[in-house]
C-alpha cells in the first residue's frame, strides 16, 4: 500500500484507530517516502509504539520488535548459533563416520543459525520489507546505539562463516525514546525525527471515542478532562494516553455513565503507577477535579 498524500495517510490510520495530526502524519509519510528511519521521542505512555503497530497493520506487514534493555549484544540483537544443536550434529557425524570438510563445514549453515530481530529484518525485506520498532533506544547502551549507525546505513549484516546478508529493501524502521537519557546526535542524523507531546483535550477525545467506542460521550468527556487537569500538576508520573485508555476501559466495565467520588478513587491505579501521586490525588483534590470535570 502506497499514500500519494500527506492527507491519504492521515485517513488511513484514522480508519485504523490512531488519530494523528498533521505534522506527526508528514513525519511517517517522509518516512514511508524517503525510506528513512523515524525516531519518535516523549514521554512513556503517548503512542509512539502503537505508530509502529498501526503502520504494520495498515500496510499488512510483519512488525519485528526489538524491545531495548541495558547490555544488549550482537547474540541478542543479530544472530547467535545454536549450540547445543551444533553439539548433537557433531555428535551424529562422529556415530556415523561422517568427518568429512564438507561435513563438518555444514554444522554452520543457516539451519544452526538462530536469527534476533536485526537479522530478521534483513532476511525478510527480501519478499516484503517488514516494519521494524526498536523500541526505547534510550534504555540500551550507548555502545549498541554505536552499532545501529552501520546498520541504518548499510543494511547489511556480515557473518564470518556465512558471507554478507544484504536487505532487498531496507525494513520501515520506527525508533523509540523516552528520553531517560539523550540519544547520540550521529543516530540523529541518521533519521527524522518527531517529538510526541501529549495531546489536546480534543484529540485525546478523538483518541478514546476511536479506541474505546464503547464509553459513552459523557463519560469519555469527563474522564479525558479529568485526566488533562491530572497533568497540570506537579505529580511523579504524569498519566499517558495509554493510562486514559486503560481507565476508560476500566470505567466501562465497571458500568459507569459518568465519573463519580467513589468510583475514581476506586479506580485511580489506573491512571497513576506511584502512591505518593495516587495519595496526593486522593480526597479533596480529586473532589475539586471532578468539579472541573462534571462542567463540561
Same mark, same amino acid.
Given at each position: 500500500?502506497?499514500?500519494?498524500?500527506?492527507?491519504?495517510?492521515?485517513?488511513?490510520?484514522?480508519?485504523?484507530?490512531?488519530?494523528?495530526?498533521?505534522?506527526?502524519? +508528514?513525519?511517517? !509519510?517522509?518516512?514511508?517516502?524517503?525510506?528513512?528511519?523515524?525516531?519518535?521521542?516523549?514521554?512513556?505512555?503517548?503512542?509512539?509504539?502503537?505508530?509502529?503497530?498501526?503502520?504494520?497493520?495498515?500496510?499488512?506487514?510483519?512488525?519485528?520488535?526489538?524491545?531495548?534493555?541495558?547490555?544488549?549484544?550482537?547474540?541478542?540483537?543479530? !544472530?547467535?548459533?545454536? !549450540?547445543?544443536?551444533?553439539?548433537?550434529?557433531?555428535?551424529?557425524?562422529?556415530?556415523?563416520?561422517?568427518?568429512?570438510?564438507?561435513?563438518?563445514?555444514?554444522?554452520?549453515?543457516?539451519?544452526?543459525?538462530?536469527?534476533?530481530?536485526?537479522?530478521?529484518?534483513?532476511? @525478510?525485506?527480501?519478499?516484503?520489507?517488514?516494519?521494524?520498532?526498536?523500541? @526505547?533506544?534510550?534504555?540500551?547502551?550507548?555502545?549498541?546505539?554505536?552499532?545501529?549507525?552501520?546498520?541504518?546505513?548499510?543494511?547489511?549484516?556480515?557473518?564470518?562463516?556465512?558471507?554478507?546478508?544484504?536487505?532487498?529493501?531496507?525494513?520501515?524502521?520506527?525508533? +523509540?525514546?523516552?528520553?531517560?537519557? @539523550?540519544?547520540?546526535?550521529?543516530?540523529?542524523?541518521?533519521?527524522?525525527? !518527531?517529538?510526541?507531546?501529549?495531546?489536546?483535550?480534543?484529540?485525546?477525545?478523538?483518541?478514546?471515542?476511536?479506541?474505546?467506542?464503547?464509553?459513552?460521550?459523557?463519560?469519555?468527556?469527563?474522564?479525558?478532562?479529568?485526566?488533562?487537569?491530572?497533568?497540570?500538576?506537579?505529580?511523579?508520573?504524569?498519566?499517558?494516553?495509554?493510562?486514559?485508555?486503560?481507565?476508560?476501559?476500566?470505567?466501562?466495565?465497571?458500568?459507569?455513565?459518568?465519573?463519580?467520588?467513589?468510583?475514581?478513587?476506586?479506580?485511580?491505579?489506573?491512571?497513576?503507577?506511584?502512591?505518593?501521586?495516587?495519595?496526593?490525588?486522593?480526597?479533596?483534590?480529586?473532589?475539586?477535579?471532578?468539579?472541573?470535570?462534571?462542567?463540561?
Amino acid at each position: 500500500m502506497t499514500f500519494d498524500s500527506i492527507d491519504a495517510l492521515q485517513t488511513a490510520l484514522a480508519q485504523h484507530a490512531y488519530i494523528a495530526d498533521r505534522s506527526l502524519t +508528514t513525519a511517517i !509519510y517522509l518516512a514511508l517516502k524517503l525510506n528513512k528511519p523515524l525516531l519518535l521521542e516523549g514521554e512513556a505512555g503517548v503512542g509512539k509504539t502503537e505508530i509502529a503497530k498501526t503502520l504494520a497493520r495498515m500496510l499488512d506487514r510483519h512488525l519485528i520488535r526489538l524491545q531495548c534493555y541495558e547490555g544488549l549484544d550482537v547474540n541478542t540483537t543479530i !544472530y547467535e548459533w545454536n !549450540y547445543a544443536r551444533q553439539m548433537l550434529a557433531i555428535r551424529m557425524l562422529e556415530v556415523t563416520g561422517g568427518k568429512s570438510e564438507a561435513a563438518i563445514s555444514n554444522i554452520f549453515g543457516p539451519e544452526f543459525l538462530i536469527k534476533r530481530p536485526l537479522f530478521q529484518a534483513i532476511e @525478510e525485506s527480501t519478499v516484503a520489507p517488514p516494519v521494524l520498532l526498536i523500541d @526505547e533506544l534510550d534504555r540500551a547502551d550507548e555502545e549498541f546505539e554505536a552499532f545501529l549507525l552501520e546498520l541504518l546505513s548499510d543494511w547489511q549484516i556480515s557473518i564470518p562463516e556465512i558471507g554478507t546478508v544484504r536487505a532487498a529493501t531496507p525494513p520501515t524502521v520506527i525508533i +523509540t525514546s523516552n528520553r531517560t537519557r @539523550e540519544v547520540h546526535d550521529a543516530l540523529k542524523r541518521r533519521c527524522l525525527f !518527531y517529538w510526541v507531546d501529549y495531546p489536546t483535550l480534543e484529540k485525546e477525545l478523538e483518541i478514546v471515542r476511536a479506541r474505546v467506542p464503547g464509553a459513552g460521550e459523557r463519560l469519555s468527556r469527563q474522564v479525558v478532562t479529568f485526566v488533562q487537569e491530572l497533568r497540570r500538576m506537579d505529580l511523579y508520573k504524569l498519566p499517558g494516553v495509554a493510562e486514559t485508555l486503560d481507565w476508560v476501559t476500566a470505567l466501562v466495565a465497571l458500568d459507569a455513565a459518568e465519573l463519580s467520588q467513589g468510583v475514581v478513587e476506586d479506580t485511580l491505579g489506573a491512571i497513576l503507577k506511584f502512591q505518593d501521586d495516587i495519595a496526593q490525588v486522593r480526597g479533596k483534590q480529586v473532589t475539586e477535579l471532578l468539579k472541573k470535570a462534571a462542567a463540561v
